[in-house]
């Protein structure tokens, strides 16, 4: 399954009422590390396809930024039915990446 994008129109059916696991990957245009996690993320969801994968754009969806305390980028939220679970902020290798998303 390829990396969703996620904005106000989508948010509340793809993450807030999902049942299973949702990451939810908060970057912008501008961000370099953003840039270099992007191709992990989708290759990471290429080979979870019971994960929902979905990028949210801080510039273009700052409320929903805001609402999830959105500081530094790439943050990604893993959410669990609905609910905000746990976090990671910054740049982490494929590795670890994936590690903390299946856990």
Known sequence: ????????????E???DSNGTV????????CGPCKMI?????EISQAHPEITFGKV???DEPAIAA???????PTLIKFRDGKMIE?????AGKDILEAWIIK
Do not use: C, R
């Not at 976090?87 to 740049?91: E, F, H, K, R, W």
């Open 23 to 30: 990451i939810v990957d908060f970057w912008a245009e501008w």
């Open 57 to 59: 754009n801080v510039d």
């Open 87 to 91: 976090q990671n902020v910054g740049y």
């Open 14 to 16: 793809t993450v807030s």
């Open 38 to 42: 992007a191709p992990l993320v989708e």
């Open 67 to 73: 609402a999830y305390g959105i500081m530094s980028i």
């Open 1 to 12: 399954m390829s990396v969703l994008k996620i904005d106000h129109s989508n948010f509340k």
